[in-house]
């Protein structure tokens, strides 16, 4: 049998041993399916137009000890790449697009590095998480530059009702310890809190191989050490009118291998915080306002060298929200300044980018439709226009057709702009059309969905080997842009409940490809799928994963392959009592040696065990 078709087959199997005597059942909707991120709004599921995912609090709590990004690759639409185990420099890719290509939320607040570009994923603690809530395709027009393909958007624990306790232990392979608590609650009507901690640390194995050449290759066992906090507290100042503080922090000690010998090692750390306040102002007009801090701290010991490069951000961001009937009318005002401090004074630098955007969602019995618009004024890169158009039309009260279409921009990162050697202060924007077509079904507890989209983008910032301008000072090549590409697909995902027994699924088929070499995107497959079971048996859960991809290429001339693979996760939960549970995790069950990219390992065949009190 097919070694990537192997896993499928036995978590098809387990399915089936599980449904033998399952009858489909339709579960109604739950009141809080809803999704934010999408439109700036609340917005039933059902009403978004944007394709997208929701990670529910369940799916992290079964996560156990994967990470973040080991959870995002389980999602339609995302590969990821990542330069060893947990706590290494990872990446997300939403439909064949760089990680610098998407945007990253922290309750609403905007997370990433102005330097090298996109979020630092592996300083994320997956421990602090509520619910994450993926939305695909550009959205430029709502969040500015760099949405081109997708939003992240990560919601942290809020509180309610009365004062509960949180905590959970765990354990694992290669040296793992996890350890979380937390307090939530409420005071009355008017006071909401939510404070969490964690700590987790793994002694791991080596990040490289011999692939990896002589410079860099080194055995010794690279861990990490990852603490974290998070708050989220509200105050009901008065009917239609509240005000609150939310933040995260982590701080990520991390080894890495850069030479034979040397212990090279990083220290992150992430810190967002944001105050807010919201007023309905009348019976039709809310007003949101919020000034954020998002930092992303970076120091290095490495066999070549120390250095220091910190990205600070503030964020101020005004939206109103007028309804008018069932149509929605914004108007948003946003500032954003971005400063580098660090050991390389070329990277000193900082920029303004003041933006105004407006956006109408209507809703007439069959019809949806929504338009935005928006304008980014740059103190760098100079101003930039983007706008969507979606319209979406209901076949049946299950069946909904969409299509749309927007355009998007990538600002350059102050490496491309101002690094020694390689940045061009010239450098503009990269920019990208985007239109696509999808077909929705929801009844009861099942959703299809099948998307085709075409993203094209030009204006592409790629390292040049000869830099046409300033060759004096660039001689071994630059920032540059030169490039056209081609992100295309058909997006498919599924998912139903038969009984006790819940069912997901996705495929990708997709062509990310360099139009200027008509070479594949590196590291993008042109198939990914998933798929997993959960069958629920009194107080136990049982689940499996699985995950494919196929081939890759690692460099962008396609000359060094990453071959296809294909995992399989087993896990369950047990309710030792009301409060307490038990977790246990197979990862990569099967054993499979695999690459996310040329040179670095991946974990093989592990183990999680854990204990779980005072979560829902």
Known sequence: MNLVLKPLAISLAVAAAFSANASAQSVPNNAQNVVVTAGRQVQAAKDVLADNVVITSEQIANAGSESLVDLLQQQRGIEITRNGGAGTTSSVLMRGGSNAQNVVLIDGVRYSSSTVGGASWE?????????IEIVYGPLSSLYGADAMGGVIQIFTKKGHGPAALTASVGAGSYGLRKMQAGVFGSSGNEFNYALNVGHENNIGFSATNPNAGKYSYNADKDGYKLDSASGNFNWQLAPGYEAGVKFMQSRLNAQFDAGSSYDDHSVEQLQTIAVYGKAKVNDIWTANLQVAQSNTLGYTDASYG????????????????????????????????????????????????????????????????????????????????????????????????????????????????????????????????????????????????AVYYQNKATNLLVSTNVCPVQQSTHRYGCAYNVDKATMSGLTLGANTRFGDLALRGALDIQNPVDDTTGKRLARRAKQHASFSAEYTLAQAKLGVETIFSGDRFDNVTNTRTLSGYSLMNLYGTYALNKDLSAVARWNNALNKDYALAYGYNTPGSNVYVGLNYGFK
């Open 123 to 131: 300083t994320i603690p997956l421990g602090q998480i509520d619910h």
């Open 306 to 449: 120390q250095s220091q490069i910190d990205t600070h951000q503030n964020l101020f961001s005004l939206q109103n929200d007028i309804r008018l009937g069932k149509d929605v009318l914004q108007v948003i005002a946003e500032s954003r300044q971005e400063k580098v401090r660090g050991t390389t004074a070329e990277l000193n630098q900082k920029r303004t980018t003041n933006s105004v955007a407006a956006s109408y969602v209507w809703k007439l019995d069959a019809h949806l439709a929504s338009v935005s618009v928006r304008n980014d004024n740059s103190s760098v890169y100079g101003s930039n226009t983007t706008g969507s158009l979606a319209y979406g039309y209901r076949l049946t009260p299950d069946w909904r057709v969409n299509a749309s279409y927007g355009t998007s921009f990538r600002a350059p990162t102050f490496n491309e702009l101002y690094y020694p050697g390689y940045g061009i202060a010239s450098n503009q924007p990269e920019k990208a059309k985007n239109a696509e077509i999808g077909v929705y079904y929801e009844q009861g507890s099942s959703q299809l969905s």
